[in-house]
């Protein structure tokens, strides 16, 4: 079963919403407005990046097009226009201490300036992201010595650097510019290192590994897209950092003079400060508009990639279009009231999803009773919609679900419809038992820490208290020595423990409904049975209502003592499991049944 990116926490909202199918109203109201874009999408959607985007865009178009929109070259003179105004026929912005146009030279400097830039991006690039890959992938001996050589750099003063360098290669700033490069692969090094090393070890990795993919193919395919969204927002920032370089070491007259860029005019303007100050402005107002812009648009491209990481989320219209389409189609749907002897009752239970495809609802109007001391088996196929029975019970559908309609109550409340009423009743009347155990430990904390955490969390129960209530409760899931177990961090208990110790964090605030999502599944099978038995006492013991999702009948069999089989996104059958196992009433059940039964033989045979 899916586990969902973030629990359902869902700020209301005002619109108004066809009101007559049950349940969507309140539903409807506690939908979030949120946008589902792509990251271009966001990026374009952001006006602040659509103006830096734009400035960007303006200065590598003219860099290109320069021969075509200067109309003067770029060391031509007039002598007529020596320090020439602002707005002087034939030179808009005026004209240098040499008689030279300013507009003129500043596109053909855009050129030199985009040009050194990108020499030097493209050797940050090579250097940094090469070898951050090649570290982070294989790391040993190489990323020991790349590390040194990386903290060497940076310990560099990169402008002295640079003046020095000058006494070597002259004024040559294709040079100057991809030392600089060199300069700031480190940081491209650091931050492609660590997110390989992140990545590295995902079991994604691992499948392809065992696939037989080479490791360049893992790295093209794999490991270079999980680094490229930081690569390309510090690209931008690199470039900012670099027309600042390049304008510096200019403006120092460490740039080639008889070429033009942006820093060479700063300087050349600089110098005839006294004559014609407002030539200065210029080259000033570019290189600052275009540093703030690439920071700017880094920092929108960021935001943008963080917001389409979350979870798919679904805008406000979809939503309401989802609501509406599903009220047409089910205005005549008969819909019984919910059973108020049920620890849980769900009526009409309708979940969907927008997906690139279009709307698909998953949950189509399901009606669940369970009473307290039931135990309920909730069976079928992979994406028959068990899981999204699950998390609607438990308020943690994905945010991009779209709760369409229906009503879930627990003790006389529908949680579904109010999220409040959720939260109150989820850890203190509903708790949950997870399908993987030792992924659901957090590896930081000890068990005891854990345990006492979620405890105090939902009671006022002092810290000694909540030790007892630990110790009393690990006794009851069969941890014997429950003082010892509790100082343990999750990697030094078995599989079977971690399971027992989220049964005992579910039983913490003793509630009336456990959702069981396939509980034992990752246990070996002496495990399971242990697991089983233990929840079957625990259930007879305190009366719980039990919701087990499995794909085992077997476990079914075992345990429960109602079952409704689920098929695409409905109850096909429920029954006591004796009849069901005895007189399945659908074809489908039938076909389940056998086909478990055969699966069940070959594990004899074999
Ligand atoms: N976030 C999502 N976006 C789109 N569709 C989803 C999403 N989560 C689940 N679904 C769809 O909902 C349907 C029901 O999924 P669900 O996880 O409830 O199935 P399941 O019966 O629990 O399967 P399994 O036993 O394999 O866990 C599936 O078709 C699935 O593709």
Not at 215 to 229: F, K, N, Q, S, T
Request: proline share 5%; hydrophobic share 45%; aromatic share 4%.
């Amino acid at each position: 079963m899916s586990t969902p990116t973030d629990a359902a926490a869902t700020a209301p909202n005002t619109d108004a919403a066809p009101a007559d199918a049950p349940g969507t109203q309140a539903i409807l109201a506690d939908g979030r407005e949120s946008a589902n874009r792509s990251v271009l999408c966001q990026l374009l959607h952001n006006p602040l990046a659509d103006i830096c985007l734009l400035i960007v865009a303006a200065v590598v178009l003219t860099a290109v097009f320069a021969p075509l929109l200067a109309r003067y070259g770029p060391n031509v003179t007039d002598l007529a226009a020596t320090n020439a105004a602002p707005g002087t026929p034939g030179h808009p912005l005026g004209g240098d201490g040499s008689g030279r146009d300013i507009l003129s030279r500043l596109i053909w400097g855009s050129r030199q300036t985009v040009i050194s830039c990108l020499l030097m991006l493209g050797v940050s690039l090579a250097v940094g992201v090469s070898s951050g890959l090649v570290a982070g992938f294989y790391r040993g001996r190489f990323e020991t010595t790349a590390g040194f050589v990386t903290d060497v750099l940076m310990s560099l003063p990169s402008i002295i650097l640079l003046i020095a360098l000058y006494a070597v290669t002259g004024p040559n700033i294709p040079v100057m510019m991809a030392v600089f490069g060199l300069l700031t692969a480190p940081t491209y090094y650091r931050l492609v290192r660590s997110v390989v090393v992140s990545v590295r070890n995902e079991l994604y990795v691992d499948a392809a590994r065992v696939v037989g993919l080479s490791d360049a193919r893992i790295i093209g395919r794999h490991i270079l897209w999980a680094v490229r969204a930081p690569v390309v927002i510090q690209g931008a920032f690199i470039l900012a950092s670099g027309i600042g370089t390049e304008a510096g070491m200019s403006f120092l007259g460490l740039g080639d003079p008889a070429g033009v860029s942006w820093g060479v005019m700063l300087q050349v303007s600089f110098n005839g400060i006294y004559n014609n100050p407002v030539a200065v402005v210029w080259p000033a107002l570019v290189i600052s508009v275009t540093i703030l812009a690439l920071i700017l648009l880094g920092n929108a491209l960021s935001d943008a990639l963080q917001a389409s990481a979350r979870s798919r989320t679904v805008t406000v219209r979809q939503r309401r279009d989802a609501l509406e389409a599903t009220i047409t189609a089910h205005r005549d749907d008969a819909v019984a009231a919910p059973d108020p002897q049920a620890a849980v009752s769900i009526r009409g239970l309708r979940v969907g999803y927008t997906t690139d495809s279009g709307f698909r609802e998953v949950v189509h109007g399901i009606d669940l009773d369970v009473r307290k001391g039931e135990i309920h088996g909730l069976v079928g196929e992979s994406g028959s919609g068990k899981s999204q029975i699950a998390f609607s019970i438990l308020g943690i559908l994905p945010k991009e679900a779209l709760k369409l309609g229906g009503v879930i109550t627990i003790d006389g409340v529908d949680v579904l419809a109010d999220e409040t009423a959720m939260r109150a009743t989820r850890g203190r009347k509903v708790a949950y038992v997870p399908q993987e155990p030792m992924s659901n430990l957090d590896p930081s904390f000890t068990i005891g820490k854990q345990l006492a955490y979620g405890m105090r969390a939902v009671t006022n129960l002092s810290k000694d208290q909540v030790r007892e209530r630990t110790i009393s409760l690990l006794h009851s899931v069969g941890i014997d020595d429950a003082e010892r177990v509790m100082g343990l961090y999750p990697h030094e208990i078995s599989g079977g423990m971690a399971q027992r110790v989220l049964i005992c964090g579910a039983l913490a605030c003793d509630p009336d409904v456990i959702v069981a999502d396939e509980p034992t599944t990752a246990l070996d099978v002496t495990v399971q049975a242990e697991v089983l038995d233990l929840l079957r006492e625990l259930a007879r013991e305190r009366g719980l209502a039990m919701i087990f999702v499995t794909h085992n009948l077997g476990v079914v069999a075992d345990l429960c003592d109602t079952v409704s089989v689920m098929k695409d996104g409905e109850i096909i059958e429920t029954q006591d499991v004796e009849s069901l196992f005895a007189h399945p009433r659908e074809e489908y059940t039938r076909d389940l049944l056998s086909s478990s039964l055969s699966v069940e033989l070959m594990e004899v045979e074999s």
